[in-house]
């Protein structure tokens, strides 16, 4: 197994423990969604509660062991995949992370769910940027747009950006931590934002280049 897979499957498994240790202690009716108040307003039964993040994590590992085996162009993978074990981590740990949030949370522990997202999808962002800044062009990864796919230049000059403007997003979505009111505006405006930024730039190096 790669290094990323074990840590993963110790995730994994302290996730299982976690809700195992916790089952008794938790409501038949768990609260299970927030709106971007922070608020709940989504509720669950006490099993799926306790079990659906651990199943989610094992669902979203398969995944992330899936991706470069199966990509036509999985030789490019290997060129960053470093960087693409170092960011199945980080995703992990963040669904760890919303599972031990959900679980405080319904031990009765007060705190706002969106000031503590903030930081996590902060994270989460950077190292999505620092992928995005390294990677090579494949079919499952990155920027997926007719122009980056059809060219390795447009791809490398679309990634770079996107690095760029999703690292200024994560910094972004940190001053949701200083106003949780606001804290889903800072952290999906930018998402946005960079996003058509990237598509629009792809078209237009493609553009150029032909």
Known sequence: MRKNEVI???????????????????????????????????????????????????????????IPRIDPLKANIEKFRIYYDDFSVVLILFFFYLYALTLLWNLGIAFNMMQLLSPAFAVLLYYSAVMMENSKRNWFIGIQTPWTLSSEKVWNRTHKLGGKLFKMAAVVALLGILLPSYAILFILLPVVLASVCVVLYSYSEYQKEH
């Open 8 to 66: 993963i499957t110790v995730i994994i498994l302290m996730s299982f423990i976690l809700g195992a240790l916790f089952y008794p202690r938790m409501p038949e009716s768990m609260a299970s969604h927030w709106n971007a108040m922070g608020e709940v307003d989504g509720y669950v039964q006490k099993f799926w509660g306790v079990f659906l993040f651990p199943i989610i994590i094992i669902l979203v590992f398969l995944f992330v062991i899936l």
